[in-house]
C-alpha cells in the first residue's frame, strides 16, 4: 500500500551555513515518527527514529523494501555508540577514530535495545556516523538515533541528489531536505566487526587499504553475489538486483587506440541506426575521442525531455578516466540517461583498484553482470590473456564476463608474440590492445571464480588469499579434468602456442558446459 498524495515539504539548506530554524521542523518529525529524506556525504538517506519500530516500518513501505534487508544505524557522536552495539571492539574505536564521521559503516554485535525491525532480526548493528554537515545538524536537533537506508526506491541507483528523491518518492515521504549534490557518489564502505575479523561486506570510498592501514593487518572482502553462491550472504542487501536503470547498461573499457575507439563508435552506430537510442557514461576525454555526434550533458542538467530516436547523448563525469569522479557521478549519470529515453547506456570501466572496486562493483550491479571469471598466469603475457581471450569468444553474453592477471606480471607488457600469433591464426582474435596486469586484492575480492593455469600457481594464491578459497581453482580443476596443467609456452615456437591455445580451448568449452 502506498501512502501516495502526500504532500512533500521541500526544505533547501546551504550546508555551509545551516539554518536551524529551518531545519527544525524535519527533525520534529523524525521525533514524531516521521520519515525524513536528507543529504548525507555518500547518498541521500530515508531517515526515521530507530527506536520506534512503526516509524522504520514506513521506510520499508515507502521504498518497497524486502523486510529481510537490515537498515543502517545513524549517530551523531561516537559516544552514543553504546546505545546501540553491546560490545564495541577496540578496533572499532581505532577506525572511528580514523574515518568517523565519514563514509565508514561498522557491522557490530547489537544491542537489546534496537528494534528488530531495524536489523531485520540479525544479531549484528551496522552504525555509521555521516560527515555531511546537514545530516549531522539534523541528527543533533532530532536527539535520537536514525535509521536510513539509501532514498531510492529498492532497486533503483541511489540517490545523489534531491530531484533523484522526487523522483522515486516524492509522493510517499513528508520531508525531503535538499542540501545540493553528495560528495562520494555511492554507498559508505560496510565493514563487518562482528566476527573477530574484519570483512568488507560492500566496497565504498574508503578502501580496503585504508581500512588495512590503520588495523595494521589485511582485510578481505566478502562479495555475496559471487556466482559460485557458497557463501550464505553477510549483507542481505547485496543479494538484491541494484542500482538498476530502466536502460540496459553496457560496461566499456576507456578506448585506448583508434581501433578502440572504433569499436566503441560502432557499438553506437549500430545501435543509433536501428532507431535506438544511445547514451554514455564517460570521461570527456573518451567522448571527445569519438567520431559518433553525441549531444554532451551537465551533470546538473535535470528535467530532460526525451532525445530524438537514432540519437546519442553523453555524459561526461569528469575530463579523464578517474574513479574517484567516476563514482561521484554514476548515479546521477544513470538516472539522468534514463530521463532521456535511452535505450542503451554505454559506461565506463575503471582498473579494480582503491576506489575503483567500490565503483566497478555498483556499475556490474548496475549492468546487471555476473562477477567476472579471472584468468590468472604468472606473466599475464600468454597464458591467462589467452584464456579470458577464448572465454570471452566462447561464452554466451550473459555469462560472467572472463579477465586476467599475472602473480609477478610487470604492468603495461605485451603479449607475447607467440600468443599474438596463434590467437590470430587460429581465431581471429587481437592480443594487440592487451597490457600486463599485476594479480591484485582488489581484483580477487571482484572475481566470481579466479583460475590459475598450474597447482603451483593455485597454491600460490591460497598462500597469500586463504579466505577466498572458495573461489581458487585451477583452470583443470574448473573443467572437470583436475590432472590438466596448462604448462607455460613463454619463449617458444608459435606451434608450442597454438597447442597451448587449443588446450585452453579445450579446458574452457568443458568449463562452460559444466557451468550452464
Ligand atoms: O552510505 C550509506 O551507507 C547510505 C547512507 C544513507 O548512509 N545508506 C545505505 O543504506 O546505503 P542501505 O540500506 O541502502 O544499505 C545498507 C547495507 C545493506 O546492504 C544491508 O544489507 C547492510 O548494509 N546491512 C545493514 N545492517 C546490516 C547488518 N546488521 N549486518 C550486515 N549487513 C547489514
Ligand atoms: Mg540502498
Not at 6 to 34: N, S, T, V, W, Y
Not at 104 to 111: A, E, G, Q
Not at 486 to 502: K, L, N
Request: glycine share 8%.
Amino acid at each position: 500500500m502506498s501512502s501516495g498524495g502526500l504532500e512533500l515539504k521541500l526544505i533547501q539548506i546551504d550546508p555551509e551555513q545551516i539554518d536551524d530554524e529551518k531545519l527544525l521542523p524535519a527533525a520534529e518529525a523524525l521525533r514524531r515518527g516521521q520519515l525524513v529524506a536528507f543529504p548525507t556525504e555518500t547518498v541521500y538517506g530515508l531517515g526515521a527514529d530507530a527506536n520506534d519500530p512503526a516509524a522504520v516500518a514506513r521506510i520499508f513501505a515507502a521504498k518497497g523494501r524486502p523486510p529481510d534487508n537490515p537498515l543502517i544505524v545513524h549517530l551523531a557522536d561516537p559516544d552514543q555508540l553504546g546505545s546501540v552495539a553491546r560490545q564495541i571492539p577496540p578496533l572499532a574505536l581505532r577506525l572511528l577514530e580514523a574515518f568517523a564521521p565519514g563514509p565508514l559503516t561498522l557491522v557490530l554485535p547489537r544491542s537489546s535495545h534496537v528494534p528488530d525491525i531495524v536489523t531485520a532480526g540479525l544479531d549484528t548493528v551496522a552504525v555509521r556516523f555521516p560527515a555531511h554537515p546537514v545530516a549531522r545538524r539534523l541528527l543533533q536537533l532530532a536527539r535520537v538515533p536514525v535509521a536510513a537506508p539509501s532514498a531510492n526506491r529498492s532497486g533503483r541507483p541511489s540517490p545523489t541528489r534531491a530531484w533523484h528523491v522526487l523522483e522515486d518518492l516524492g509522493d510517499r515521504i513528508p520531508f525531503l531536505i535538499d542540501g545540493g549534490p553528495c560528495e562520494y557518489g555511492l554507498e559508505s564502505t560496510v565493514l563487518d566487526l562482528s566476527t573477530g575479523k574484519p570483512v568488507i561486506l560492500r566496497p565504498g570510498s574508503i578502501t580496503a587499504e585504508d581500512i588495512a592501514s590503520v588495523a595494521g593487518l589485511p582485510v578481505s572482502a566478502v562479495l555475496p553475489d559471487r556466482s559460485d553462491g557458497s557463501a550464505a550472504p553477510r549483507a542481505p542487501g547485496m543479494k538484491y538486483r541494484h542500482y538498476a536503470p530502466r536502460a540496459r547498461v553496457q560496461i566499456f573499457q576507456p578506448p585506448q587506440t583508434d581501433r578502440e575507439r572504433e569499436d566503441l563508435d560502432n557499438q553506437i552506430r549500430a545501435l543509433t541506426g536501428e532507431g535506438n537510442r544511445a547514451g554514455l557514461f564517460a570521461s570527456r576525454a573518451t567522448l571527445d575521442g569519438l567520431k559518433s555526434a553525441c549531444r554532451l550533458l551537465d551533470a546538473g542538467a535535470k528535467d530532460l525531455a526525451a532525445l530524438p530516436p537514432g540519437s546519442c547523448a553523453g555524459f561526461a563525469y569528469g575530463l579523464y578516466p578517474d574513479p574517484v569522479a567516476a563514482s561521484r557521478h554514476l548515479f546521477d549519470g544513470l538516472r539522468l540517461l534514463d530521463r532521456l529515453a535511452c535505450d542503451v547506456i554505454f559506461a565506463e570501466g575503471m582498473p579494480e583498484e582503491g576506489v575503483g572496486t567500490a565503483y566497478m562493483n555498483r556499475l556490474r550491479k548496475a549492468a546487471g553482470q555476473a562477477a567476472p571469471v579471472l584468468f590468472v598466469c604468472t606473466g599475464n603475457t600468454c597464458r591467462s590473456p589467452m584464456a579470458a581471450a577464448l572465454y570471452n569468444l566462447l561464452r554466451k553474453p550473459s555469462d560472467a564476463p572472463g579477465q586476467s592477471a599475472g602473480i609477478s606480471a610487470m604492468p603495461g607488457d605485451l603479449a607475447s608474440p607467440g600468443a599474438l600469433a596463434a590467437m590470430n591464426q587460429d581465431y581471429r582474435i587481437s592480443l594487440a590492445a592487451h597490457r600486463a596486469r599485476r594479480l591484485t586484492d582488489g581484483l580477487m575480492d571482484e572475481a566470481g571464480r579466479i583460475l590459475t593455469m598450474t597447482a603451483g600457481q593455485k597454491k600460490a594464491l591460497l598462500a597469500i588469499r586463504p579466505d577466498l578459497a572458495s573461489r581458487i581453482q585451477t583452470l583443470g580443476e574448473a573443467a572437470g579434468l583436475p590432472e590438466a596443467d596448462v604448462p607455460d609456452p613463454y619463449g617458444r615456437s608459435v606451434w608450442q602456442y597454438q597447442a597451448t591455445a587449443a588446450k585452453l580451448e579445450q579446458l574452457i568449452r568443458s568449463f562452460l558446459e559444466k557451468e550452464t
